[in-house]
């Protein structure tokens, strides 16, 4: 005789209960009915889940690739302006390293190549990204090059313009040149005799300027030869005199510029009347004067 399950079922409207026999068999069948049921509903819900996550995702994705896009183009265009800033730029920079007497940077570097190893993109897509990438590098060495160019410009530009500024270049005081540079009679002696400066003949107490900055060197008096003298040294192996004065009016260390009044015309030492001795020195070399003063001619007619 075949088991079977009795299932009694108790209601308000039957006394007693109400049996419901089924058969072992069909309560296994119903039973992995259910399971199989649940474990595919289960699945199915899963699936639909994660397939919902995943449009979700991809949506994203889109959205973001499109948003990307738009950027990639949008720094094309900004390249591309930097790229012609930089051109027109470097125009200007080459009229000014030439003017600064520096080698100006070739133009060809701009696009040459540069070192480490460029990444193949995953996908045809992302080409124009990796090619920016590589057209802004490019530019960054570009302009690296050239800040330090632009480095040597301006620290030759400031060497220049210290010579400039400690070079003499102008007539010291107002007066009439009475004696130049090289051999001449000496005004005492009537001896030829090599003269070390220029004089110029001007009354007591003219204004003597300084010629180009620098740094008083040394004030001292003597019964003979220069009388009161000053001497300046202007920082790059020159150095100027002026003798004969009558006053002095700065005082050795002091600092100097271009058209300071730094003494007064004299009759003093071994001078035949008032006036203005003045020599440029080269490494202690006397040199003639009327080559620093710019332009000398105006002063003789």
């Not at 690296?144 to 010579?163: G, H, P, V």
Request: aromatic share 10%; proline share 5%; with cysteine.
């Amino acid at each position: 005789m075949k088991r079977r399950i009795l299932i009694k079922i108790f209601s308000d409207e039957t006394k007693g209960g109400k049996d419901l026999s089924l058969s072992k068999g069909l309560v296994k069948f119903i039973f992995i009915s259910i399971s199989l049921f649940l474990i595919s509903f289960t699945f199915l819900l899963y699936h639909f889940i994660n397939y919902n996550v995943a449009r979700y995702k991809l949506n994203q994705y889109v959205t973001e690739n499109n948003y990307l896009k738009k950027k990639v183009k949008a720094l094309e265009q900004k390249t591309a302006l930097l790229d012609s800033t930089i051109d027109d730029y470097y125009h200007k920079y080459t009229a000014l390293a030439t003017y600064a007497g520096v080698q100006p940077v070739p133009y060809e570097l701009k696009n040459i190549g540069i070192g480490g190893q460029i990444e193949e993109p995953p996908t045809k897509d992302l080409k124009p990204v990796v090619d920016l990438d590589e057209k802004i590098r490019k530019l960054e060495k570009f302009v690296d090059i050239q800040m330090a160019s632009f480095q040597k410009i301006e620290n030759k530009l400031e060497r220049d313009n210290y010579i400039r500024s400690h070079t003499p270049s102008i007539l010291p005081c107002n007066g009439r040149f009475t004696s130049g540079f090289g051999m001449r009679h000496d005004p005492f002696t009537g001896r030829m005799h090599f003269h070390y400066g220029i004089d110029l003949a001007a009354p007591i107490g003219t204004p003597i300027y300084a010629p180009a900055d620098g740094i008083v060197k040394r004030v001292r008096r003597t019964k003979g030869g220069y009388g009161l003298m000053l001497e300046i040294d202007h920082g790059i192996g020159i150095t100027t005199r002026y003798g004969h004065l009558s006053m002095v009016l700065v005082r050795p260390g002091q600092k100097v510029k271009r058209g300071q009044i730094i003494a007064r015309v004299g009759n003093t030492g071994r001078s035949t009347g008032p006036h203005l001795h003045y020599e440029v020195r080269i490494l202690n070399k006397p040199v003639n004067p009327l080559n620093y003063i710019i332009p000398y001619q105006s002063f003789f007619d």
